[in-house]
Nanobody, 129 residues
Framework: QAQLVESGGGSVRAGGSLRLSCGASANIFSSYWMGWFRQAPGKEREGVAAICRGDSGDITTYADSVKGRFTISKDYAKNTLYLQMNSLKPEDTAMYYC????????????????????WGQGTQVTVSS
């Protein structure tokens, strides 16, 4: 049984919005870090956004390319991770994956794909100009 399942991808015009969802099993959702990553054809997988539950609330970090446009969040009641994507650009076109890491790591590592050990199957996002 898949432990991370993404949904919400689709095709939109530039400037549009999409919200990605990632349903997780309870043990995965309790991971220290969860994140969204993307991979475009012919390119390496890159970190988009990540979130960690801190003592005073969630801690988030974003790739420079999406800051101010994308928002990552967690619904702890639904064991669901979200990525709200606004002002989409053609260069946002990619397969988007959610991932989780159970163990501690620093925020500096949070957007590094190799530091995550649970992955979903991905959902495609296509942005046309």
């Amino acid at each position: 049984q898949a432990q991370l399942v993404e949904s919400g991808g689709g095709s939109v015009r530039a400037g549009g919005s999409l919200r990605l969802s990632c349903g997780a099993s309870a043990n995965i959702f309790s991971s220290y870090w969860m994140g969204w990553f993307r991979q475009a054809p012919g390119k390496e997988r890159e970190g988009v956004a990540a979130i960690c539950r801190g003592d005073s609330g969630d801690i988030t970090t974003y790739a420079d390319s999406v800051k101010g446009r994308f928002t990552i969040s967690k619904d702890y009641a639904k064991n669901t991770l979200y990525l709200q994507m606004n002002s989409l650009k053609p260069e946002d076109t990619a397969m988007y994956y959610c991932a989780a890491r159970r163990d501690y790591m620093t925020i500096a590592q949070a957007l590094v794909p190799g530091d995550y050990n649970s992955w979903g199957q991905g959902t495609q996002v296509t942005v046309s100009s």
